[in-house]
């Protein structure tokens, strides 16, 4: 294959946030964009470290995201608490069938691919990998795309834990895994964000 | 060597040679395959002008009135997304409450507010106060407005809700789906690098 001409082969920079190319400065310096002065860097700094950081920090919380309760609920019944899966079931048992899947591919399907797929590419890098770049590439767009979905289970106990308070028949409280999956969303957000998709290509390029 | 003629391919660094492109043409990375530039309609400003102000002002209804009311045996409630953020805080859910604040009211009126702002100074003429660090803002909090999925968190919890009482949709509620669509229709209209190469003209 022959080499393919990069920016960083060509002494060049490109500017992450307004796209101008321009040309790298002496090794020592530090490079700003002359359009718009943001600092740029050939790659995200310490890319691989950040990713990998962020993933192990959302990998610990991922238990108590999914198996502490995100509400309770109490009547006159009694107590009854609801995790992320139980509130899939509820949706599926009561007939919703469309919604059922909808949260459950936005809430347990989405994050764990997210974090599986980041940890997956991170290796890959790591392992030198050189098998299907543009898939891989095309692989990261996706799951930095698709992570926000997960919110969706947050959004849906704020409006719970909002209307039912005041009322005498039931009140529902939120509980401690809402604050465990919210930070599971925030972190494969940051770790899909730190996560430099042209370390994919750099290996190509440096074959002999 | 020509810079502007080249344009480098933010996800696997390729250098590509800048071609023509037809009106609403977008150009890919003839390597990775991901987004480099695009050609939009010579209106494309003042489009996106008008859907954010239009935005703005659904933003204001849709957080003043009720998203939705219950009925449970004659006790009527509603609340706003305000009311709601308060009441995560009160339940001691500080950091939810935070989420929610930031990702459906903050940096939603934020971004539109700094792409109105970037949009009237490049109309002026004036290479106007603040323009540069609000391109780079919207660039930054881009990920973090996630009014199209609170919409659907709406929809789920109505759902569930009719299950256990009478629920009465609010003005809110569909102020919230039409504010989805017009940010949405923002973004797609919006073109930062036209509007970064036209800062650079006026300097």
Known sequence: ?208 | MSASALTVCLECDLLNRQVPLPQGGEARCSRCGSHLYRRSSPDANDRSLALALAACMLLVVANVFPIMGLEVQGVRSSTTLLDAVRSLWNDKAYGVAALVFLTTIIVPAAELIAIVWVLISLRRGARGQGAVPMLHFIERVKAWGMVEVFVLGVLVSLVKLTHIAIVEPGLALFSFGALMMLIAATAASFDADRAWTQLEELR
């Open chain 1, 1 to 208: 294959m022959s080499t393919a001409p990069t920016a960083v082969g060509l002494g060049l920079l490109a500017c992450e946030v307004c796209r101008l190319v321009s040309r790298a400065p002496p090794p020592g310096n530090d490079a700003h964009c002359p359009r718009c002065g943001v600092t740029l860097h050939a790659r995200k700094p310490a890319s691989l470290a950040r990713t990998w950081a962020f993933l192990i920090a959302s990998m610990i919380l991922y238990a108590p995201a999914n198996f502490l309760p995100i509400m309770d609920t109490s009547s006159l019944f009694g107590t009854q608490s609801d995790t992320i899966l139980s509130g899939v079931a509820f949706l599926w048992t009561s007939g919703s069938w469309v919604l059922a899947a909808l949260v459950f591919f936005a809430s347990i399907m989405v994050p764990l691919t997210k974090v599986i797929a980041l940890a997956v590419l991170a290796a890959s890098v790591q392992m030198r990998a050189t098998w299907h770049p543009r898939t891989r590439t095309r692989l990261y767009r996706l799951i930095a795309s698709a992570g926000r979905w997960s919110m969706l289970d947050i959004y849906v106990v704020t409006i719970l834990v909002a209307l039912v308070q005041i009322s005498t028949l039931a009140s529902i409280h939120v509980g401690p895994g809402a604050a465990a999956f919210g930070a599971v969303v925030v972190l494969t957000m940051f770790a899909a964000e730190s996560f430099d998709p042209r370390l994919i290509w750099d290996i190509l390029g440096e074959e002999p």
